[in-house]
């Protein structure tokens, strides 16, 4: 919840200010398009949404990109869905990526970093060498532009390279963290049907290796699509009969051919978790992800080529496409691949330390997990180039922002604390980090350039200062063309468009403040609503998990037949903890004193963990389900799920309930 105190967390002196890129480009556009000159971020993003196509022009002009064929204007059919951005154009997302290798060939492109946290460097030269070999490689295997290739890779230097290559020919990216199983896999690539397949023979995660080579033959014999397998050696295994060789393929030294395609042709295909059926595979455009994260990326994050920019993510979680664009600010980007926790809490604090990051990424989560560990990274690990720590994946708590200025303050101008919202339908940020903005406690800084972002009441009105529903109300380039095997759009309509027609609904609670912060609180389909009264369940996590007893909670409300309204918390306690009767008054109390009486639960029931989506999303809606009745089968999709296994403890309560 946010702060009722209106003092900043954080503010930025006026060195930060000048110095920003988002300044620059305010000062750059006013004098080439009309940008206001006065009035800061305020004013530059009010004009990025009065006069939307002007601003996307401008910020394709300020980053300099390559259309091999011009646009005939910004904005064709300005609809949505369906929005038609820069009719005409052509150009190449992989081209752009790789434009810093022709100033700085020896530079580290990549920092590819294992559980032994010791950084391992791609030079620019070199990620440019082996994805103009892999590129021409793909293209003898008779892949052409929009034919599909699959990953099942970790957050390693190959992955990154066998995505620019994909871009280079034309084709079409996604991918599978190796940790997902056959059926989590196949329930995404069997929609898209790849016809290159890139597998790891196994992972090392936690300190152990994991083989994977069973589950590659089972994808390979459910993949008939697939007319070439190529085999990275992660472990040391020698490649299947029937594979091609990872360093035969990129043993060349060709220089890459850039495909030029439609603005709105396909970059990638990224899915949404899948928990009641099939994932959504999301359609993201070339030309619309290379301006979205251009202008995320610079104008936002901040970044440019004296930047090191790590992010904790995997291949199968956006974080990990919009890690890779860091290349597209000439951004040297950290790749980690293992746990966040190994060989302690404090692993991603070290990797930060070793790569020299200077935006380090990771998910509120890891945060309060460090917070309740009682981690001191300030004071354990140079972290003296780290500007700004970012955090998503669920809103940051208040606790979090002050534990982490707490754990910077005797750092001069304090650390820039970014919580950030967005999504993997968009595979961007709806409202996030402002380098010259204040940080409030509990808040995210603002809604993001070019994003017309509002809260909204059932009936269409802009709230501000309220509860609503988070929409945005004019296209963003990096919204989905389409979702596959969806021809007539009607789920892709269903998904975001049938509840304000022609306004993008996001299905997430925020309040829009008076000062233009937006403050999250949680997915608007898993609402509470006591009395009336609708809430968000991140304020209810946020509150509750302060008490040192409890390591993770998950609240819902669930609707009776009888027309009863039930709204059980479950906690899964921290070692040694006992869910007796002290505990759960001060459960109650917590929560009765930092919201109110409405949000205390009707029951409070320990549980042996909380489940998750693969992407670490707690499962609200099919828990919800099960608790209705729903059959297991029904409720969720088993392959969409971090530990399946769990569920069928709300099985057996929604039976005893009965």
């Given at each position: ?10 503010r ?7 110095h ?7 000062t ?8 206001p000159?006065?009035g800061g ?6 004009w990025?949404v009065?006069?939307l196509?002007?601003?996307w ?9 390559r259309?091999s ?14 929005a ?17 290798a022709?100033?700085r ?6 920092l ?5 946290h ?9 990620l440019?060498r ?8 793909l ?13 099942y ?7 990154v ?10 084709a079409?990216w ?47 014999a459910?993949l ?17 009969e ?63 080529p004296e930047?090191?920019?790590f ?5 199968g979680w956006?974080m ?17 691949d ?17 790569t ?12 309060m ?39 910077f ?6 650390l ?5 919202s ?25 809604a993001?350039?070019g ?5 909204w ?13 988070l ?11 389409r ?7 009607h ?35 898993s ?5 009336g ?11 509750v ?23 059980p ?11 007796d ?6 459960i ?10 409405r949000?205390?639960?009707?029951e409070?029931i320990?549980v042996?963990?909380?489940?998750h989506?693969?992407?670490g999303?707690?499962l ?13 089968d ?21 039976r005893?309930?009965?």
């Open positions: 919840m946010s702060s009722a105190n209106p003092e900043p967390l954080w930025p002196d006026q060195h930060t200010i000048d920003a890129r988002v300044t620059r480009f305010q750059w556009a006013a004098e080439h398009h009309g940008a000159r006065d971020y305020p004013a530059l993003h009010q990025s009065d006069e196509d002007t601003f022009q401008a910020v394709a002009e300020w980053f300099d990109i259309f064929t011009p646009y005939a204007r910004v904005l064709g059919d300005r609809h949505m869905p369906g038609e951005w820069f009719p005409g154009a052509t150009l190449n997302y992989a081209e752009h990526a790789l434009r810093a022709a100033d060939p020896g530079e580290p492109a990549l590819h970093v294992d559980e032994t010791d950084p391992t460097p791609v030079t620019w030269a070199e440019r082996q994805v103009g070999s892999l590129a021409a490689a293209r003898d295997l008779g892949v052409r532009p929009g034919d599909r290739v699959s990953g890779l970790p957050n390693i230097p190959e992955a390279v066998a995505f620019l290559a994909t871009a280079a020919v034309g079409v996604t991918s599978c963290a190796p940790d997902f199983g056959a059926r989590g896999v196949l329930d995404r690539f069997q929609q898209v049907e790849p016809v290159v397949l890139f597998t790891v023979d196994g992972y090392r995660y936690g300190g152990k290796e994991h083989d994977r080579t069973g589950t590659v033959a089972e994808l390979r459910a008939p699509t697939v007319r070439a397998v190529v085999h990275v050696p992660l472990l040391g295994t020698p490649a299947p029937g594979t091609l060789e990872w360093s035969a393929l990129t043993a060349g030294d060709t220089e890459p051919v850039f495909e030029q395609v439609p603005f709105g042709h396909p970059l990638w295909v990224l899915y949404s978790s899948g928990t009641t059926g099939l994932p959504k595979a999301i359609v993201q455009p070339q030309g619309g992800i290379l301006l979205e994260h251009c202008k995320q990326l610079a104008l936002h994050c901040d970044l440019g930047d090191r920019f992010w904790y993510t995997s291949t956006m990990w496409n919009f890690l890779v664009s860091g290349l597209l600010t000439g951004t040297t980007i950290v790749l980690y293992g746990s966040p926790g190994y060989p302690d809490t404090g692993a991603q604090w070290r990797v930060a330390e070793r020299g990051a200077t935006l380090f990424g990771t998910s509120a989560a890891y945060v997990a460090c917070h309740k560990a009682d981690i001191h990274p300030a004071r354990d690990f140079d972290l003296s180039r780290v500007h700004c720590v970012a955090t998503t994946g669920s809103p940051l708590p208040p606790d979090g922002f002050r534990w982490l200025r707490d754990q303050t005797d750092r001069p101008g304090g820039w604390i970014a919580s950030v967005g999504g993997t339908d968009v595979c961007s940020c709806f409202a996030g980090a402002v380098r010259t903005l204040p940080v409030h406690i509990g808040e995210l800084q603002a993001c350039l994003t017309d972002l509002q809260a009441d059932p009936q269409g009105a802009p709230l501000t200062g309220e509860v609503g529903e929409v945005v109300t004019q296209p963003m380039p990096s919204m989905p063309t979702f596959w095997n969806d021809p007539d759009g789920r892709y309509h269903d998904s975001y468009f049938d509840t304000y027609p022609g306004i993008w609904r996001h299905g997430d609670w925020i309040t829009v403040t008076s000062h233009g912060s937006v403050v999250i609180h949680g997915r608007s389909d609402t509470l609503n006591r009395q009264v609708r809430m968000g369940s991140a304020d209810i996590y946020e509150a998990e302060r008490l040192p007893e409890i390591r993770e909670s998950l609240v819902l409300g669930v609707e009776q037949p009888d027309g009863g309204y039930w709204m918390l479950f906690v899964h306690l921290a070692p040694g903890a006992t869910l009767d002290e505990l759960r008054t001060r109650r109390r917590t929560i009765r004193e930092n919201l109110s009486p949000h205390v639960p009707d409070i320990d042996p963990a909380v489940p989506t693969l992407t999303k707690r609200e809606v099919p828990v919800k389900r099960l608790l209705q009745g729903t059959p297991l029904k409720a969720v999709n088993p392959g969409s799920v971090d530990r399946i296994e769990l569920l069928q403890f709300y099985v057996d309560l929604a005893r309930r009965t």
